[in-house]
Nanobody, 126 residues
Framework: QLQLVESGGGLVQPGGSLRLSCAAS????????IGWFRQAPGKEREGVSC????????NYADSVKGRFTISRDNAKSSVYLQMNSLKPEDTAVYYC???????????????????WGRGTQVTVSS
């Protein structure tokens, strides 16, 4: 069974850090680009970052550029999102998703992604 499971969310003060993990099972992660998305209450889902299947191409939303870092370890079937200098507006449920792309790239749009995790809550508050 193809499955993605996010972990690492929690409550953190503004300026703090969290590291989210996305663990894949039931399929070979090497063939998939991975995207991180988030959705806050009352807001549309936002593509935060993505990484190509080899890790050679990475893209970030302007809202997180310079603060978040995406990485992957295909040997461990895992993708990570290191989040630093967190702000209250980063509060959301964070999802990882896997998708196959024709080129060695990725995208922060949701449509190309076929497999989704259930999400992990990130709350930034003092």
């Amino acid at each position: 069974q193809l499955q993605l499971v996010e972990s690492g969310g929690g409550l953190v003060q503004p300026g703090g850090s969290l590291r989210l993990s996305c663990a894949a099972s039931g399929f070979t992660l090497d063939y998939y680009a991975i995207g991180w998305f988030r959705q806050a209450p009352g807001k549309e889902r936002e593509g935060v970052s993505c990484i190509s299947r080899s890790g050679s191409y990475i893209n970030y939303a302007d809202s997180v550029k310079g603060r978040f870092t995406i990485s992957r370890d295909n040997a461990k079937s895992s993708v990570y999102l290191q989040m630093n200098s967190l702000k209250p507006e980063d509060t959301a449920v964070y999802y990882c998703a896997a998708g196959r792309f024709a080129s060695s790239r990725c995208a922060r749009a949701a449509d190309p992604y076929s497999h989704w995790g259930r999400g992990t809550q990130v709350t930034v508050s003092s």
